[in-house]
T-cell receptor
Framework: AQSVSQHNHHVILSEAASLELGCNYS??????LFWYVQYPGQHLQLLLK??????LVKGIKGFEAEFIKSKFSFNLRKPSVQWSDTAEYFC????????FGQGTELSVKP | DGGITQSPKYLFRKEGQNVTLSCEQN?????MYWYRQDPGQGLRLIYY???????QKGDIAEGYSVSREKKESFPLTVTSAQKNPTAFYLC?????????????FGNGTRLTVT
């Protein structure tokens, strides 16, 4: 069955540290991938998406993600996190319906 | 402003009662979705609809029912058959035919059943 896995359930970083959140999917065909963010008390927002072309995708707020087809991965990165990045992050795969990973809670210490 | 409206924000019900969660969108989106969000489990798809008067079961449809009588509305009924109904419910919508079109989410309804 198609699935999305986020292996980091809770990540704690200090401000200015670099961030990488893992996302792996299981599907053999063409994929459309998304990262969503949910700030405390807010609704989910789109961070970035991969459809085709350049596998390095840039999103809002300095986030980027790299699609590596051979590894079935779409990891999210940010060179230097801020306290305001504290949120829950979800990776998702679009197969006509969106399949979400379990989510990764990011806590950034000021 | 266009968007998705879920109401109410908080809902309390006694065990054994059915309850209906509202979801309305004015984005002219074709597809609408209901997800359930539980800590550590991400978002799990309950039901989705790609066209009026048609809908499909998601991964955890048991104990839920939906209707899609109008394009802009996709209410979810949590029936007494749902064994663990207390959760945060999210409604979403998107355009069809554009595979990279993102989902737009409502603010959610937190249902507590006691």
């Amino acid at each position: 069955a198609q699935s999305v896995s986020q292996h980091n359930h809770h990540v704690i970083l200090s401000e200015a540290a670099s961030l990488e959140l893992g996302c792996n999917y299981s599907y053999g065909g063409t994929v459309n991938l998304f990262w969503y963010v949910q700030y405390p008390g807010q609704h989910l927002q789109l961070l970035l998406k991969y459809f085709s072309g350049d596998p390095l995708v840039k999103g809002i707020k300095g986030f980027e993600a790299e699609f590596i087809k051979s590894k079935f991965s779409f990891n999210l990165r940010k060179p230097s996190v801020q306290w305001s990045d504290t949120a829950e992050y979800f990776c998702a795969l679009n197969l006509g319906k969106l399949i979400f990973g379990q989510g990764t809670e990011l806590s950034v210490k000021p | 402003d266009g968007g998705i409206t879920q109401s109410p924000k908080y809902l309390f019900r006694k065990e054994g009662q059915n309850v209906t969660l509202s979801c309305e969108q004015n984005l002219n989106h074709d597809a609408m979705y209901w997800y359930r969000q539980d800590p550590g489990q991400g978002l799990r798809l309950i039901y989705y609809s790609q066209i009026v008067n048609d809908f499909q079961k998601g991964d955890i449809a048991e104990g839920y029912s939906v209707s899609r009588e109008k394009k802009e509305s996709f209410p979810l009924t949590v029936t007494s058959a749902q064994k663990n109904p207390t959760a945060f419910y999210l409604c979403a919508s998107t355009h069809l035919g554009v595979s990279n079109s993102p989902l737009h989410f409502g603010n959610g309804t937190r249902l507590t059943v006691t």
